[in-house]
């Protein structure tokens, strides 16, 4: 049994090397890569996933997970080993269900819709990336075909959000979206807030340079990770030491590049915060995109958005920039990054406005994957949504069907459900956090994070997969996700600023 446990645990370590070297060349992709290199690096990656697949679904691994049941049944529920391998039990039933020959024709097809996209997106033209993304609707039927389903986006969620379905996030979802439409309506019938104070001028060096300074007090450790720029801000993490985000600058849109920092800030603190005895295994990143999500749209929203935060980094950020800020008043400037608009950008959304970014994203690729909408269709679909959700359409594909990475870099379904889960398990995770520890709040205010930090540490970061999205969820609020927290906290913070006049 030790030697079974020792070659088992000698194969997850093999498998998340050429895992992160696959992560090097996306992150590469999304960066610094030459344009001529694409073709190359499609072929590259694919290869790469072939191996993964071999590594992940011989026989051999099979039988040592099959021969580690005993083991693993023998140990408490709580047990590292136990938690491992029952983990490992799960990937490889779900990865021996899909052919090799899918998993390299998914990640080419990946590589070059991706490639597509940039050429797309640059020229704000969805026809020249219309063919590979009919190739990907495709591939992501093809892989729901390979499991049993009640609905046929249910596979494809799993892999982000384990146990959850589509018809669970539907239910979630008409919920989130009554509650939050006559509080949109009621709010931006309100006079709008001036948000000129942020729109100006700011240099792009001094911007990153500020942004970096506060998230080394949230806790980023730049001596584990560093910040660089992409098209679509992201974090990735090849190692316990080497853990990345990136971002993206407007110089007359101050809240761009800082909130895209702090919130893949938040997405790095949780990898950061994993135990690094679970390096080289799958319990070595966070458990499921909602509960990742969560962690970052706590810190950009109920820290970075919050009075308390502004009223310690407020005066640091009138210095770096006196010309700009040195006659707005915190009050105005509080006001300006939490104005709400109907506005076309998901990655620019006001807190209320966000979920319906989202929702909408959810509705579209169901109805895609459900064969009710053709991806020829989708920009039109897609305007229409918006007019109908959210009261403005784009006239352009860029800023309308092109603006988010997800479609165009893996598959259709699985992408959107986090988001908007995440924001709801954001709230119910801070208000446990406060309810441990009630100083949190003056402790904001002084431009202190640890005891939060910690908190999070203990609660979520630290097990990174070794228990799933319920159990972590259970552990740190004593309950199972609610909506109501979520939507209490909209509610308070929107009548605050719009109609209350505080």
Same mark, same amino acid.
């Given at each position: 049994? %030790? ?53 992940? =679904? ?20 709580? *047990? ?15 990865? *021996?269900?899909? &052919? ?30 219309? &063919?590979?993304?009919?190739? =990907? ?7 729901? *075909? ?9 596979p494809l969620i799993d892999r982000s959000d384990f146990g959850m379905k589509a018809t669970t996030i539907q239910s979630i979802f008409k919920e989130l979206r009554d509650g939050l439409v006559p509080l949109v309506e009621e709010v931006t019938a309100q006079s709008p807030i001036d948000a000129s104070s942020v729109l100006q001028h700011f240099p792009k060096n001094e $911007?990153?340079?500020?942004?970096? *300074?506060?998230?080394? $007090? ?8 560093? $910040?660089?720029?992409? !098209? ?40 950061? /915060? ?7 295994? !799958? ?6 995109? &909602? ?12 820290? /970075? ?17 006196? =010309? ?16 709400? %608009? ?37 920009? %039109? ?9 959210? /009261? ?57 994070? &640890? ?19 319920? %159990? ?27 109609? =209350?006049?505080?």
């Amino acid at each position: 049994m %030790e030697q079974t446990l020792h070659a088992f645990k000698k194969r997850l370590q093999e498998i998340a090397h050429v895992q992160s070297a696959m992560m090097m060349l996306e992150w590469d992709q999304s960066t610094y890569m030459p344009p001529a290199a694409a073709e190359a690096r499609g072929a590259q990656l694919s290869t790469l996933g072939k191996i993964v697949h071999q590594l992940s =679904t011989d026989d051999r691994f099979g039988k040592w997970i099959e021969e580690l049941t005993p083991y693993r049944e023998s140990l408490p529920y709580d *047990s590292d080993d136990a938690a491992l391998i029952r983990h490992a039990k799960r990937d490889y039933e779900r990865s *021996s269900r899909v &052919s090799e020959d899918y998993v390299s024709r998914s990640l080419k097809n990946a590589s070059e819709t991706y490639n597509a996209w940039v050429a797309a997106r640059k020229a704000d033209n969805f026809k020249l990336v219309e &063919s590979q993304l009919e190739k =990907t609707l495709d591939l992501s039927r093809e892989y729901a *075909s390979f499991f049993p389903y009640e609905h046929i986006a249910d596979p494809l969620i799993d892999r982000s959000d384990f146990g959850m379905k589509a018809t669970t996030i539907q239910s979630i979802f008409k919920e989130l979206r009554d509650g939050l439409v006559p509080l949109v309506e009621e709010v931006t019938a309100q006079s709008p807030i001036d948000a000129s104070s942020v729109l100006q001028h700011f240099p792009k060096n001094e $911007q990153i340079q500020f942004g970096e *300074s506060v998230i080394k $007090q949230l806790g980023f450790d730049f001596n584990r990770g560093r $910040q660089d720029f992409a !098209p679509h801000p992201f974090m990735i993490k090849f190692a316990h030491g080497d853990i990345r985000i990136t971002t993206r600058v407007k110089e007359h849109d101050f809240t761009e590049a800082f909130f895209s920092t702090v919130h893949e800030t938040g997405h790095a603190l949780y990898e950061l /915060g994993i135990d690094p005895n679970y390096e080289g295994t !799958p319990l070595h990143s966070g458990t499921s995109m &909602s509960v990742h999500e969560s962690q970052s749209r706590l810190w950009e929203n109920i820290v /970075g958005r919050s009075r308390g935060f502004w009223k310690h980094f407020y005066p640091q950020l009138q210095t770096a920039f006196p =010309t700009q800020l040195s006659k707005t008043s915190l009050e105005s400037f509080y006001r300006a990054v939490n104005r709400v %608009e109907r506005s076309l950008i998901r990655t620019d959304a006001d807190e209320l406005t966000y979920n319906l970014h989202v929702i909408i994203r959810f509705d579209l690729e169901l109805a895609m994957l459900e064969g009710k909408l053709s991806v020829k269709d989708l920009p %039109e679909a897609w305007r229409s949504r918006y007019q109908s959700d959210l /009261g403005i359409s784009s006239p352009t594909d860029k800023d309308g069907v092109l603006q988010d990475i997800h479609w165009y870099m893996d598959s259709i379904g699985g992408s959107f459900q986090g988001y908007a889960l995440g924001n709801i398990l954001s709230v119910q995770f801070f208000d446990a956090a406060v309810q441990a520890h009630p100083e949190i709040m003056a402790q904001i205010e002084k431009g202190e994070f &640890s005891t939060l930090h910690s908190w999070l540490k203990q609660n979520i970061y630290q097990f990174g997969s070794k228990y799933t999205a319920d %159990e972590i969820i259970k552990k740190a609020t004593g309950k199972e996700m609610t909506i109501a927290p979520y939507l209490n906290y909209l509610d308070q913070k929107y009548r605050d600023i719009y109609l =209350t006049g505080k």
